[in-house]
């Protein structure tokens, strides 16, 4: 691991720096599944017993910040993935707490020199602090 | 091997199974009703001309639309299918208003936790890659 990198990870990882509420819309939700092409009642049905959101839906909210207001900036970051790890059902109606943090930052060097992934972790939870899901958005900065 | 069957139970999975055909409908129309709904205004959703203003090919598909309609895929397929994890990564824009395939390949079977690891891929008609990811759900036993 570069220095550099190592001094960021030491700094930065596993600090929350951001804290928002999410209202989970029932029509929003439904609408979403619509789109994507779900065809599992449970998504689409509100009176359904089982209720709740496509398991993506909460890799389309985002914080108010992706990144920490200091953290430095390489170059110009782009999109390179998103993950979605779901623990516990997200109930339509409800309202989630999400919390971001970097959850890993490391490096890959090809022929047009090196590149710097972040992995920033949007972390979700119920009105009981149960934790219901979270959803990592991998940016990737291809050095000035 | 391609399986047309709906799965309910884990016993019913085959290893290196080829989930059913799923063709998403990526018409421009779909994709600015999401990319609405979500709250994404960029023009590069919207329409062809501004996004080939942005040096892109045409309007993009959301990153986050191309992973739910993997998600879909899987439930279509296991409509009991409880996705534990899914990871993508956007190799290339999913450019709407053409046609594109997704796959998925059983590669892992795990029975005693009720675990089935899925390999999955967006590729437009030449057969390019967009996006590909892998997904981890569990079934029934």
């Known amino acids: 691991m570069d220095a550099d990198i190592d001094e960021l990870r030491e700094k930065y990882l596993n600090q929350p720096f951001d804290e928002k509420t999410f209202y989970m819309d029932p029509a929003v939700t439904i609408e979403y599944a619509r789109l994507c092409g779900e065809t599992a009642g449970r998504f689409l049905d509100r009176d359904h017993p089982d209720f709740q959101t496509p398991p993506t839906y909460i890799a389309s909210l985002s914080g108010r910040r992706s990144l920490p207001i200091d953290f430095p900036r390489f170059g110009i970051g782009m999109d390179a993935g998103k993950g979605v790890e779901c623990l516990n059902p997200v109930r339509p109606g409800s309202t989630l707490t999400g919390r971001t943090h970097l959850h890993d930052i490391y490096t890959k060097t090809g022929r047009s020199g090196r590149m710097v992934f972040v992995v920033s972790r949007l972390e979700f939870f119920d009105e009981n602090g149960l934790h219901l899901a979270n959803s990592d958005s991998r940016s990737v900065i291809r050095e000035k | ?141």
């Open chain 2, 1 to 141: 091997m391609t399986i047309s069957k709906t799965i309910s139970k884990i016993m019913d999975v085959e290893f290196g199974a080829n989930l059913p055909a799923f063709e998403p409908d990526t018409s421009l129309e779909i994709v600015k009703t999401f990319a609405t709904l979500i709250g994404w205004d960029g023009a590069r959703f919207r329409d062809h001309e501004a996004a080939r203003k942005e040096g892109l090919a045409g309007a993009m598909v959301p990153g986050v639309l191309s992973q739910g309609y993997l998600v879909a895929m899987i439930h279509q397929w296991a409509p009991m299918a409880e996705i534990k994890a899914i990871d993508t990564v956007f190799r290339a824009p999913v450019i709407a208003d053409e046609p594109h395939s997704i796959t998925g390949v059983v590669t892992d079977i795990n029975e005693d936790e009720g675990l089935v690891e899925i390999d999955l891929t967006v590729a437009n008609e030449k057969g390019e890659t967009r996006v590909f990811g892998t997904a981890s759900v569990s079934l029934p036993a």
